[in-house]
T-cell receptor
Framework: DGGITQSPKYLFRKEGQNVTLSCEQN?????MYWYRQDPGQGLRLIYY???????QKGDIAEGYSVSREKKESFPLTVTSAQKNPTAFYLC???????????FGDGTRLSIL | AQKITQTQPGMFVQEKEAVTLDCTYD???????LFWYKQPSSGEMIFLIY??????QNATEGRYSLNFQKARKSANLVISASQLGDSAMYFC??????????????FGSGTRLSIRP
């Protein structure tokens, strides 16, 4: 089935550690997005990308980094500079400007 | 600056009644799109309805309709004949065309809808 796969489902980070969240899609969609969701809150945009090797910062990019080396992959690294990383992270992809985003099932990141 | 506002943190509605969820937006881009998503407690995001800024008619999808008032910059979601399964968080989102290669899509803070039997 076509879709977006995020892994792992749960992730624990130690102090001072970088961790990478995986996002893979087989929908052949051009645009991909990363959002952070805190409990009871909305989604905040971290990074987004339209094409390979090109991406833009969203509203809360500090402490995060991304790469887009392949169309189907958009991994997110939560660096040690992100002091409050505990949240639910959602990856999304969309085919075009008037098309809805397809979302993965999310990764829950916690601090050990 | 691009902004989405949902002013109702939570709502309680009796089953089978209609409900309106408010959404206002701010953008300087003449070309934009508005989306509504539902997020049940499981966390998945479910697309409900889309309205483009140049669409002449309000969008409808089954029990969902979008009350688009462009001059007032509002895009309220109307759910007719609410059901218990409608209990969830609801998010309004906006896509701006933008000047970079990618369209930026941002979300409001959401409204938690609870349906009473």
């Amino acid at each position: 089935d076509g879709g977006i796969t995020q892994s792992p489902k749960y992730l624990f980070r130690k102090e001072g550690q970088n961790v990478t969240l995986s996002c893979e899609q087989n929908l052949n969609h051009d645009a991909m997005y990363w959002y952070r969701q805190d409990p009871g809150q909305g989604l905040r945009l971290i990074y987004y990308s339209q094409i390979v090797n090109d991406f833009q910062k969203g509203d809360i990019a500090e402490g995060y980094s991304v790469s887009r080396e392949k169309k189907e992959s958009f991994p997110l690294t939560v660096t040690s500079a992100q002091k409050n990383p505990t949240a639910f992270y959602l990856c999304a992809a969309t085919r075009g400007s008037n098309q809805p985003q397809h979302f993965g099932d999310g990764t829950r990141l916690s601090i050990l | 600056a691009q902004k989405i506002t949902q002013t109702q943190p939570g709502m309680f509605v009796q089953e089978k009644e209609a409900v309106t969820l408010d959404c206002t937006y701010d953008t300087s881009d003449p070309s934009y799109g508005l989306f509504w998503y539902k997020q049940p407690s499981s966390g998945e995001m479910i697309f409900l309805i889309y309205q483009g800024s140049y669409d002449q008619q309000n969008a409808t999808e089954g029990r969902y309709s979008l009350n688009f008032q462009k001059a007032r910059k509002s895009a309220n979601l109307v759910i007719s004949a609410s059901q218990l399964g409608d209990s969830a968080m609801y998010f309004c989102a906006m896509r701006e065309r933008g000047y970079s290669s990618a369209s930026k899509i941002i979300f409001g803070s959401g409204t938690r809808l609870s349906i009473r039997p």
